[in-house]
């Protein structure tokens, strides 16, 4: 970062885009969603230096996600004619795994799946694709079956089947009503989140807030004015002291 600027900068300026971009990877690779690696948190820089404030807002983190995806395609030579048709078997996977009592398919219900989607869209080459998305690590082949090598990657794909399928009948929404009332547990938080990057419905937040409404039935909203923040106030007096005592 310091080596591209060409004019001499403040040092406070370069810590303070340090703390920054610091801030972001913690909230991307938190709850080893992603895995803490050099390379990921590499390609998260990458992405943040051509992303605007605005797009670093925290349902935007799923451009940071989908930049992963693209990129593992093509350390794999998915061909670009190809990406769609492999971003639409993934996402048809999320959501059959969401639906399916464990996060993998055996080799049965992977059998049953592609059966199904040559039904429902255009033959692929079964065997190339898992290889491809194996080699891309994207997905992972084990002893127990088929499944997505990093919880992100479930996440994402699952959220998106919800956003692109919503308002194709009741199924997804009641898949969403399901994850909303359940969004205290990780996976049901985690694919809420991501479904608020892929769709920008009114509904989705809209359902949220209702069933926030309903588990804190006596809490008022906040508004952010001077008086429903006074509380800062005292917490920011003792700051001071706190750094004293690091």
């Given at each position: ?10 040092e ?17 690779v ?79 219900k ?64 009641n ?11 990780e996976?049901?938080s ?7 990057h ?49």
């Open positions: 970062m310091q080596l591209e600027l060409t004019e001499e900068v403040d406070q300026k370069i810590w303070a885009r340090v703390d920054e971009l610091s801030l972001h990877v913690d909230s991307l938190r709850k080893k969603v992603v895995p803490a690696k050099p390379l990921y948190i590499l390609l998260f820089l990458q992405s943040f230096e051509t992303m605007t404030v605005h797009g670093r807002e925290l349902t935007s983190y799923g451009h940071c996600y989908q930049h992963l995806i693209y990129q593992a395609l093509d350390r794999a030579r998915v061909k670009s004619t190809e990406i769609d048709a492999y971003l639409n078997v993934l996402s048809e996977l999320g959501k059959t795994i969401l639906s399916s009592p464990s996060e993998r398919l055996d080799d049965e992977l059998d049953d799946f592609f059966r199904q989607y040559s039904i429902s869209f255009l033959p692929i080459d079964r065997s190339k694709v898992i290889k491809d998305l194996v080699n891309s690590y994207i997905l992972k082949e084990t002893e127990q079956g088929l499944e997505f090598r990093y919880r992100y990657l479930f996440y994402f794909f699952a959220a998106k089947n919800l956003a692109d399928s919503l308002h194709q009948g009741n199924d997804s929404k898949k969403v009503q399901e994850l909303i009332d359940t969004i205290y547990l996976k049901s985690n694919i809420i989140l991501f479904l608020t892929h769709s920008k419905d009114p509904w989705i937040i809209d359902s949220i807030l209702y069933s926030i409404m309903e588990i804190f039935p006596e809490e008022k909203e906040a508004n952010l004015d001077a008086g429903s923040l006074s509380f800062l106030d005292e917490f920011i007096k003792e700051i001071p002291d706190l750094i004293g005592e690091s």
